[in-house]
């Protein structure tokens, strides 16, 4: 085998590896969210903490949902586990829901010599944008399950838009 080959072969690999990172971030993207540590975590600073990987500042999550709507409403559903909904905050402008939160999570046990404390904390912030007009005042919220769904009336019954396109 000749380097000029073995040079092809490895941008043909490389080549592939970088289109799958495109299609997944592509594809998930919209999912990706990153939690941020608020001033009041309480967090150890890294040299506190006997973990060379210990990387507060970056955490991120993939927080699936997805929108969907009939003649009368829109229904945004957003997976946010271990949320509490107190900390939950959904606001509606013109065109997007905003949702944002902050997560607390602390569990601690003890077995034998060995403590384990389990914590994740941070806050994040998620836009989605609205296919069509809403009443932001009749919009109800409810959270079970670690899932978040928002009910919005269209301002403006009817089904959804379709327009049809013609090929040239």
């Not at 999912?31 to 040299?47: E, G, H, I, M, Y």
């Not at 013109?94 to 902050?102: N, Q």
């Not at 046990?109 to 005042?137: E, H, I, N």
């Not at 919220?141 to 670690?146: H, P, Q, T, V």
Request: glycine fraction near 8%.
């Amino acid at each position: 085998m000749k380097l000029d080959d073995l040079k092809e072969n490895f941008d043909a690999f490389w080549n592939g590896v970088a289109e799958g990172w495109r299609h997944l971030w592509k594809s998930a993207a919209g999912d990706l969210t990153r939690f941020k540590p608020s001033d009041d975590t309480n967090l150890p600073v890294a040299s506190e903490v006997d973990d060379d990987t210990f990387l507060p500042s970056r955490g991120w999550s993939m927080l699936g949902g997805d929108v969907f709507e009939d003649e009368h409403r829109l229904v945004v559903r957003l997976e946010a586990p271990g949320m509490d909904k107190e900390n939950l905050n959904i606001q509606v402008g013109d065109d997007a829901l905003v949702i944002s939160g902050e997560k607390r999570f602390e569990q601690e046990s003890t077995q034998g010599r060995w403590r384990v404390m389990q914590c994740a904390y941070g806050s994040f912030r998620r836009v989605v944008p609205l296919p069509a007009a809403v009443k932001a005042d009749e919009a109800r919220a409810s959270y079970r399950n670690g899932v978040l769904r928002v009910e919005l009336p269209k301002a403006e019954p009817g089904r959804p838009k379709s327009v049809r396109i013609m090929v040239d």
